[in-house]
């Protein structure tokens, strides 16, 4: 069983974790920043923490009827979050946008779920992990459309020189 003071330890784990998600995105400007994200990963938290303490210590003298089983919390959790995200997605004309926020806030709610069931350093990982990939895989992204733009203009530029070199009729 977890007592109170350790479920308050999580709960500022799964703040301090979010913090580090939301502020990516509040730099960006994006809709769902530093605020929606920490509300996000407390309120998985203690979604989470709730089912530990709703569900009694089990064993295996533990009779059937007594079990509850903790993961339908977690599973409201995952499929509730969709519906927040899906409202951080906007489509303007051919583009889409929001598809990260929205996955940065799925992420930040596993993130909260983690730390609530006593998972602080795997939790810790996978924020160091999407920082890695919403910072640290900008510049990659940024590589490749330029290798991408170079090798396009190079094609559009080869395709030109074979055309004005051909014969009408041909």
């Given at each position: 069983m977890v007592d109170q003071g350790t479920a308050v330890?999580?709960?500022c784990i799964a703040f301090g974790l979010a913090f580090a998600l939301g502020l990516e995105?509040?730099?960006r400007g994006q809709g769902a920043g530093l605020r929606t994200h920490i509300l996000v990963s407390l309120g998985s938290c203690l979604?989470?923490?709730c089912s530990l303490f709703a569900a009694p210590?089990?064993?295996v003298d533990t009779p059937q009827e007594v079990r509850a089983d903790i993961t339908r919390i977690a599973s409201q959790v995952v499929v509730g979050i969709g519906f927040l995200g899906g409202g951080t997605i906007l489509r303007h004309g051919a583009t889409v946008k929001g598809l990260t926020t929205?996955?940065?806030?799925?992420?930040?709610?596993?993130?909260?779920?983690?730390?609530g069931l006593g998972f602080p350093l795997v939790a810790a990982a996978t924020t160091g992990l999407a920082l890695f990939t919403l910072v640290g895989l900008r510049f990659f992204e940024r590589a490749i459309l330029h290798v991408r733009k170079r090798y396009r203009l190079t094609a559009?530029?080869?395709t030109s020189a074979q055309g004005g070199n051909q014969k009408e009729g041909e």
């Amino acid at each position: 069983m977890v007592d109170q003071g350790t479920a308050v330890l999580r709960l500022c784990i799964a703040f301090g974790l979010a913090f580090a998600l939301g502020l990516e995105r509040e730099l960006r400007g994006q809709g769902a920043g530093l605020r929606t994200h920490i509300l996000v990963s407390l309120g998985s938290c203690l979604f989470t923490l709730c089912s530990l303490f709703a569900a009694p210590p089990l064993d295996v003298d533990t009779p059937q009827e007594v079990r509850a089983d903790i993961t339908r919390i977690a599973s409201q959790v995952v499929v509730g979050i969709g519906f927040l995200g899906g409202g951080t997605i906007l489509r303007h004309g051919a583009t889409v946008k929001g598809l990260t926020t929205a996955a940065n806030l799925w992420l930040t709610a596993s993130v909260g779920l983690a730390v609530g069931l006593g998972f602080p350093l795997v939790a810790a990982a996978t924020t160091g992990l999407a920082l890695f990939t919403l910072v640290g895989l900008r510049f990659f992204e940024r590589a490749i459309l330029h290798v991408r733009k170079r090798y396009r203009l190079t094609a559009d530029s080869d395709t030109s020189a074979q055309g004005g070199n051909q014969k009408e009729g041909e």
